[in-house]
């Protein structure tokens, strides 16, 4: 059974960075597409970003391209979020997860869950 654990989510003003870390432990997320979903309030949850086991490929929300870097380092089983040129609309809760659907978009598609880290970004 894998853990996933959010970290450094926050109180930031727009434009500011913020860097989100998603540390696994019980197993390993080596073999898995991790991916960053969020959810604002009153709000469908959304696929932020997601990037393939090997890291080779990645994912993006159109609206956080060119923003937010999704990354891994396997050898830590930790998976970031650099988020730069934050907006109030980047405003949710981000979750990390973790599947072994090698595209997938969907939230259903995730075998595994992090609890969720709160980002809000004032104006």
């Known amino acids: 059974q894998v853990r996933l654990v959010e970290s450094g989510g926050g109180l930031v003003q727009a434009g500011g960075s913020l860097r989100l870390s998603c540390a696994a432990s019980?197993?390993?997320?080596?073999?898995?597409?991790m991916a960053w979903f969020r959810q604002a309030p009153g709000k469908e949850r959304e696929l932020v970003a997601s990037?393939?086991?090997?890291?080779?490929?990645?994912l993006y929300l159109d609206s956080v391209k060119g923003r937010f870097t999704i990354s891994r380092d396997n050898a830590k089983n930790t998976v970031y979020l650099q988020m730069n040129s934050l907006k109030p609309e980047d405003t949710a809760v981000y979750s990390c997860?973790?599947?072994?659907?090698?595209?997938?978009?969907?939230?259903?598609?995730?075998?595994?869950w992090g609890q969720g880290t709160q980002v809000t970004v004032s104006s």
């Open positions: 990037i393939a086991w090997s890291g080779s490929s990645t």
């Open positions: 997860a973790a599947t072994r659907v090698g595209v997938a978009t969907r939230g259903s598609e995730y075998d595994y």
């Open positions: 019980g197993g390993t997320i080596s073999t898995r597409v």
